[in-house]
């Protein structure tokens, strides 16, 4: 289908004679349309992917893993619909728009339990015809017990002799091989700069070189299959070629018929050749990112310093009068509603942990190989894009750092006033530091040059431009579950199951050493439970779903002949997230405050408030919401929140290296897994009820608990966790938008925003909205449908998020002054 034909032309007065083919009179235009689509039509699950799975795991049985992923890739790319929306940037994800695809072979337990139930994606519905019911429920048959999940409990099972089934459903950790995993920032300047078809020869010689002997036999499956997927990435761009070409020949407008025929032109050329424009540029860098996606949806394929990448071909352009800026501006107009069209849908736990955040961020600032400020031009444009379409993708981050221009960090401000909680702040040097530690143990070490060509990617995790990956996340523990069973004697109270040890009738302690001691022995065991099942998640990821096109998209990969799932990225990493870890802290400081510091309450008497989720013990509530709480910069409260999670990482440390051999930093971040868990989970000893989102980021404070001012808090969110032995952490702070108006507003919030990176902080991102509009939006949502409000390490349409999230973020504290 088209709507191309829907181009008139325009009375307004005419556009200079460059730009290329696009009709820029009709251009804003589309751009208002084709949002306006994906902000009003519900999602809908294609069933081409299932058919195709179904189809080529018969046709190529007894084939390596690696082919027939191969081979999947290639009948979707070959075979799946295409069609042309409007948009001069070609390509979806599916075969229809606003499509999503399931991704059945990491989990299908969903399909059987949820059915029925409403399913939200990335923008919100998301509807499942009868034909794609069907067809999963085939799939379903087809991969039960064969599926990632699937092998990873049972090998887990049969070499421990332990069903790791209750600890997930306890909500101690979210398996997250049941999910598609993300992948980091793949090579977009060698596509842009060599193209598919240099890659192709080299792929080819090395594949020819390979001694076919037993040893090889890994090496050989995989360039084999790497050669299927490169080529089928350029047969997609030409099946575009062709659809514009046909298209065209049947068009009588000359306008549309000109801008047709230049997609054919450059869908001909990208990405199987260099790049020789911006429009081209473009192009070939949607193309390679749609592939990813394709392959393997899922959070975190960002595209990394993209403002910095594509400056070259944009400067040439510009320089050369071939586009004018408001042009370029369009253009990433146009690339923005692509980025939003792209969804996922992979159970509704999934859907509550992510909110429909697919992980696209776009890094912007930092410095150069040299250290020298490395921003752009093109970069504030991005800020400007961000500021006009108000998306939720891709998101944007700042790596900040001293150097940076006055001009830049205005048009920083003005995007983050604009209300979408973007971009949000990295602290660029800590990155770097962080980079140098991590991979300096990895054999070869790490350059400074490499170490400063950092990137945000997902939520708030970072690594190395082109050169690594996050192949697996651990799977994420939940630091306020062993609160509350630690309570219980190694119980979880929900599900009432055993899932921690005996470490003692918690009301017979006689100190708060013990209550600690006990804590930390139910997280040792925690996480022996989490790194032995992830690690065994990483093989089966490496059996069931090897990622063939995306690691020949990674620096080291092609040269070791070596998937990214095995390792083989020049900086390949293991990401475990924890959640919750500022409540797990809080709870056990109200212990020791109300118990044994100031015996205001026996243990047994917080027990039993906790038990019945304080129904009729409001008096105790109050004191354990009121105890000495992390945020307001009290030296002996943040003392021990220091303390915390240094023994959390010493804990996890304990446990040995990653499956990769190398020790692995902890991610203390929360998506919206805060929500998830806090629903598993009942009362606890901060004054939090049973079934409420647990607090958000990893060194926020609780809401309703920072009463002694913006800079105690930033202060106390900056110094709360080691953020170079930490692999990320983060950090929400909510502002009146009053109080970010006028160039007061804008020096208040600079000024705070080099203050928390002078402390030290990692992390920090803005909420500019107040709390009485998002009461108003859930009452009125329709009145409210684009207000985007950040939620982690992401923006989200807030009247489409769960409930949970949304009364969390309203509840956060609002700073007026």
């Known amino acids: 289908m088209t709507n191309l034909s829907m181009i008139k032309d325009s009375e307004s007065s005419a556009t200079p004679s460059m730009g290329y083919g696009i009709d820029w009179n009709t251009a804003e235009d589309r751009v208002k349309e084709l949002k306006n689509f994906l902000m009003n039509a519900p999602q809908v699950m294609d069933p081409e992917r299932l058919q195709f799975l179904n189809e080529v795991y018969k046709e190529y049985q ?89 092998l990873n409990n049972k090998l887990f099972k049969e070499k421990y002799g332990i069903n790791p089934k209750p600890y997930a459903k306890a909500g101690m950790y ?78 009588s407008d000359p306008k549309t018929k000109k801008e047709l025929l230049e997609i054919a032109e450059i869908c001909r050329r990208v990405p199987e050749f260099p790049a020789r424009n911006f429009r081209e540029a473009i192009q070939s860098f949607w193309f390679i990112h749609l592939a990813i996606e394709i392959e393997q949806m899922a959070c975190a394929t960002s595209p990394g310093r993209y403002g910095q990448y594509m400056y070259p071909f944009f400067k040439k352009d510009i320089d050369e009068g071939n586009l004018t800026r408001e042009q370029v501006s369009t253009l990433l107009k146009f690339q923005w509603i692509k980025h939003l069209e792209l969804a996922e849908y992979q159970g509704n736990s999934y859907a ?47 790596l900040y750092h001293p150097k940076m221009k006055d001009s830049y960090l205005k048009k920083v401000v ?63 523990p939940c630091l306020a579950k062993i609160v509350e069973v630690m309570l219980n004697n190694g119980k979880c109270p929900v599900t009432k199951k055993k899932v921690g040890v005996e470490t003692g009738d918690p009301a017979e302690f006689t100190s708060f050493d013990e209550v600690y001691d006990a804590y930390k022995k139910q997280l040792d065991h925690l996480f022996n439970i989490s790194r032995k099942h992830s690690d065994l998640s990483q093989m089966a990821r490496l059996q069931v779903v090897p990622s063939v096109f995306r690691s020949a998209m990674y620096d080291g990969c092609i040269e070791k002949g070596v998937c990214e ?83 959390v990482d010493a804990i996890h440390h304990a446990q040995g290296p990653d499956c990769f051999g190398y020790r692995t930093p902890l991610d203390a971040y929360s998506l919206s897994y805060h929500n998830y868990f806090g629903a598993l989970m009942g009362a606890l000893p901060n004054g939090r009820k049973a079934g409420v989102a647990l607090t958000d980021g990893s060194v926020s ?80 949502p329709k009145e409210y449908s684009d207000l985007v409000v950040r939620v982690a390490g992401f923006s989200a349409y807030f009247t489409r998020l769960d409930m949970g999230v949304q009364n969390e973020i309203i509840k956060r504290t609002e700073y007026n002054s």
């Open 62 to 150: 007894g084939e390596s893993t690696f082919y027939i992923r191969a081979k999947l890739f290639e009948r979707v790319l070959t075979k799946k619909n295409i069609f042309l929306d409007g948009n001069p940037i070609v390509g979806t994800l599916t075969g229809v728009r606003a499509g999503v695809y399931a991704y059945p072979e990491w989990n299908v337990s969903w399909i059987k339990e949820e059915m029925q139930m409403a399913k939200m994606a990335s923008l919100g519905e998301m509807k499942i015809p009868a034909e794609t019911q069907e067809l999963l429920e085939k799939t379903y048959k087809l991969w039960k017990g064969r599926t990632c999940i699937d």
């Open 174 to 251: 979210y398996e997250n091989v049941s999910v598609a995993s993300g992948s980091g920032i793949a090579d977009y300047p060698m596509a842009l700069n060599k193209g598919l078809r240099w890659l192709i020869d080299d792929v080819k010689k090395r594949f020819e070189d390979c001694p076919t002997t037993l040893e090889n036999k890994e090496k050989h499956d995989l360039y084999r299959s790497m050669l299927v997927t490169l080529e089928a990435v350029i047969a997609h761009s030409h099946r575009y070629a062709d659809l514009a070409e046909k298209t065209a020949a049947d068009e």
């Open 352 to 398: 509550l942990t992510l909110s429909g955040h697919t992980g696209q961020s776009i890094t912007i600032g930092g410095v150069d190989a040299d250290g020298n400020d490395a921003s752009t031009e093109l970069e504030e444009m991005l800020l400007d894009t961000q500021v006009k379409m108000k998306n939720i993708q891709p998101t944007l981050t700042l």
């Open 414 to 476: 003005e995007c983050i006033r604009g209300g979408s909680g973007q971009p949000q702040i990295l602290n660029n040097n800590v990155v770097i530091q962080r980079n140098l530690s991590r991979f300096g143990q990895y054999e070869g070490g790490i350059s400074l040059e490499d170490a400063r060509n950092c990137g945000n990617y997902g939520c708030v995790s970072t690594g190395i431009c082109g050169k690594g990956s996050f192949i697996t996340q651990e799977d994420q």
């Open 565 to 647: 799932e095995a390792g083989g990225t020049r900086f390949p990493q293991v990401n475990p997230i924890m959640t919750a870890g500022i409540d797990a802290a809080n709870s056990l400081l109200a212990i020791k405050h109300l118990v044994f510091d100031t015996k205001k309450l026996t243990m047994q008497e917080m027990l039993d408030a906790i038990k019945s989720n304080f129904e009729g013990c409001e008096d105790i509530r109050k004191m354990c919401f009121e105890a000495p709480k992390h945020g307001n910069d009290q030296p002996e409260v943040e003392g021990f929140v220091q303390q915390y999670y240094k023994d």
């Open 701 to 780: 404070a609780m809401p309703g608990t920072d009463h002694e001012g913006i800079t105690a808090l930033i202060k106390s969110g900056a110094e709360a966790i080691d953020t170079v032995r930490y692999g990320a952490n983060h950090f929400n702070v909510k502002f009146s938008p009053s109080i970010m108006e006028g160039p007061q507003g804008a020096r208040t919030l600079v000024s705070l925003i080099k203050t928390y990176c002078d402390f030290g902080g990692s992390h920090i991102q803005f909420n500019c909205v107040d709390s009485k509009t998002l009461k108003d939006a859930q009452v009125n």
